[in-house]
Nanobody
Framework: QVQLVESGGGLVQAGDSLRLSCAAS?????????MGWFRQAPGKEREFVAA????????RYAGSLKDRFTIYRDNAKNMLYLRMNSLKPEDTAVYYC??????????????WGQGTQVTVSS
């Protein structure tokens, strides 16, 4: 089965940067599938962060995050990344990687990781 494992979360100060990683396994066709990042804060809906096409040539972002976050992938290593700059307390959430869609909608993704916690203090 397809497995996605996030890492790289932690506790940081406002203004700091983090890079989240998502390792994919379970099938030999990682490069065929678009992927995305979502996040969920306590008591809130899971929300779209960013997505990247299968080749990595195209990306999309939630409007409020476009200037600070960058999604990219390394297909040779079956890895997906999210670089987060200038972090704010409101970025605090569990961050999830997901596979098989370029969509901004949760229901369009077939596979999900377990999430990694990002906490930003001020």
């Amino acid at each position: 089965q397809v497995q996605l494992v996030e890492s790289g979360g932690g506790l940081v100060q406002a203004g700091d940067s983090l890079r989240l990683s998502c390792a994919a396994s379970g099938r030999p066709t990682f490069s065929r599938y678009a992927m995305g990042w979502f996040r969920q804060a306590p008591g809130k809906e899971r929300e779209f962060v960013a997505a990247v096409s299968s080749s990595g040539a195209s990306t999309r972002y939630a409007g409020s995050l476009k200037d600070r976050f960058t999604i990219y992938r390394d297909n040779a290593k079956n890895m997906l990344y999210l670089r987060m700059n200038s972090l704010k307390p409101e970025d605090t959430a569990v961050y999830y990687c997901a596979s098989d869609s370029y969509s901004e909608y949760v229901g369009d993704y077939a596979y999900w990781g377990q999430g990694t916690q990002v906490t930003v203090s001020s």
